[in-house]
T-cell receptor, first 114, second 114 residues
Framework: NAGVMQNPRHLVRRRGQEARLRCSPMKGHSHVYWYRQLPEEGLKFMVYLQKENIIDESGMPKERFSAEFPKEGPSILRIQQVVRGDSAAYFC????????????FGPGTRLTVT | GNSVTQMEGPVTLSEEAFLTINCTYTATGYPSLFWYVQYPGEGLQLLLKATKADDKGSNKGFEATYRKETTSFHLEKGSVQVSDSAVYFCALSASGGSNYKLTFGKGTLLTVNP
């Protein structure tokens, strides 16, 4: 059973470009979460999605950031017009329904903005 | 708001030494508590959990007890191995409607030398 997959593992973007981060949840999981880890910080919750629905985006910056989890295909975290402060590790996690706090994490995407 | 504070690393031990990583939390109500572990190049994995006061979570020789009176969930292992070298994250999920959201500590890097 494949785990949570994220790609790319490393992404370099220049300031002003767009970054697209992909996450394929574990088979059978319909809940996806995105977290961001800034240097020297713990992981911070960004957004929680179920298929075709955003359930909670309270941790996501209001501008430039968006997330989706379509009926078919991976979840996408999109960052428009990246700035140096967006440089971080972005982790995706998934879970089946009803498993409070028990989430399965991908290896992360390390975004570097130059 | 909710928060988790864990002992700063890095921690370096010799094989077969005793390990303690301290973790305290701030939360209203009755959170669930977790320890996650991240091995090099991999995603976070759930190591153990406890869902109510005085519960003890255990796995792979690691233990942690949910202490509500001291708001703590310290991780312990009696005899560490080189293969335990990893980053350890303490986390909580709050009680109530946002219980899917994990709040993490900053992580503690453990290195075990042969």
């Amino acid at each position: 059973n494949a785990g949570v997959m994220q790609n790319p593992r490393h992404l370099v973007r220049r300031r002003g470009q767009e970054a697209r981060l992909r996450c394929s949840p574990m088979k059978g999981h319909s809940h996806v979460y995105w977290y961001r880890q800034l240097p020297e910080e713990g992981l911070k919750f960004m957004v929680y999605l179920q298929k075709e629905n955003i359930i909670d985006e309270s941790g996501m910056p209001k501008e430039r950031f968006s997330a989706e989890f379509p009926k078919e295909g991976p979840s996408i975290l999109r960052i428009q017009q990246v700035v140096r402060g967006d440089s971080a590790a972005y982790f995706c996690a998934s879970s089946p329904a009803g498993t409070r706090g028990e989430q399965y994490f991908g290896p992360g995407t390390r975004l570097t903005v130059t | 708001g909710n928060s988790v504070t864990q002992m700063e690393g890095p921690v370096t031990l010799s094989e077969e030494a005793f390990l303690t990583i301290n973790c305290t939390y701030t939360a209203t109500g009755y959170p669930s508590l977790f320890w996650y572990v991240q091995y090099p190049g991999e995603g976070l994995q759930l190591l153990l959990k406890a869902t109510k006061a005085d519960d003890k979570g255990s796995n792979k020789g690691f233990e942690a007890t949910y202490r509500k009176e001291t708001t703590s969930f310290h991780l312990e292992k009696g005899s560490v191995q080189v293969s335990d070298s990893a980053v350890y994250f303490c986390a909580l999920s709050a009680s109530g409607g946002s219980n899917y959201k994990l709040t993490f500590g900053k992580g503690t890097l453990l290195t075990v030398n042969p």
